[in-house]
């Protein structure tokens, strides 16, 4: 069964900083635009950024740019984000995901959760005021 594991959520002080990661079990993440999404309890699940296949094309939330960086390693096969003066309404369970585009549309990655094919398990981030 493919999967995808995610790493790196904990508490943390608002000002603070986390790294998220995701990695394939079963697959290659290559063919594969790469997003984040968050949820907190009542709400529906929130776009945070996105990376497409070839890195060329990122994309962020409002509410998260010029303080979260996504990136992915080829060589590992990997994608991390990197979230820096983190905020108490930046908490929540959160999920990496995979959308399926291939090589002919290297600099897409996609808004909506419907476009994704494969999700984290999901990994809590909370961070204190």
């Known amino acids: 069964q493919l999967r995808i594991v995610e790493s790196g959520g904990g508490l943390v002080q608002s000002g603070g900083s986390l790294t998220l990661s995701c990695a394939p079990s079963?697959?290659?993440?290559?063919?594969?635009?790469m997003g984040w999404f968050r949820q907190v309890p009542g709400k529906d699940r929130e776009w945070v950024a996105c990376i497409s296949t070839s890195g060329a094309k990122i994309d962020y939330a409002d509410s998260v740019k010029g303080r979260f960086t996504i990136s992915r390693d080829f060589d590992k096969d990997t994608m991390t984000l990197q979230m820096d003066a983190l905020r108490p309404e930046d908490g929540g369970v959160y999920y990496c995901?995979?959308?399926?585009?291939?090589?002919?549309?290297?600099?897409?990655?996609?808004?909506?959760?419907?476009?994704?094919?494969?999700w984290g398990q999901g990994t809590q981030v909370t961070v204190s005021s």
């Open positions: 995901a995979a959308e399926l585009l291939g090589n002919t549309r290297p600099t897409q990655c996609s808004v909506a959760s419907t476009k994704y094919d494969y």
């Open positions: 079963r697959f290659t993440l290559k063919p594969y635009a």
